[in-house]
């Protein structure tokens, strides 16, 4: 069975130029700030990691995890915006940096018997 490889788009170098970055600067500012302490103060730490996108059959969740445990893995809902899942994620941090509380939307609790 031959492999399906898709086709890449055929995509025009763009350059960004002081006039480019100046109006993507003055539309960023107008927008809300986004403020993410807890995340902040995770990537201060040893070796942190921190993906955004698909995963498996997911199509979009993000995860962070440091060299012994993973923090949080979160799943994007239905209607949710980039913004409210990163705030998310940076409550499920805090909670995984402070009380040892991990987040998991991805795999499911395994069964004891």
């Known amino acids: 069975m031959e492999s399906r490889r898709r086709k890449a788009k055929a995509r025009t170098p763009r350059r960004v130029n002081a006039e480019t970055a100046s109006s993507a600067a003055s539309a960023s500012s107008t927008s809300a700030t986004l403020v993410l302490p807890n995340l902040e103060a ?21 995860v962070s995890a440091d060299p012994h445990n993973m923090l949080a893995a979160l799943v994007r809902r239905p209607g949710e915006t980039l913004q409210q899942l990163l705030e998310r994620l940076d409550a499920a941090v805090l909670l995984a940096m402070e009380q040892d509380i991990f987040t998991d939307d991805i795999n499911p609790p395994s069964s004891r018997r």
Do not use: N
């Open 42 to 62: 995770f990537l201060e730490t040893d070796d942190p990691q921190i993906s955004i996108g698909v995963i498996g059959p997911i199509q979009c969740a993000v």
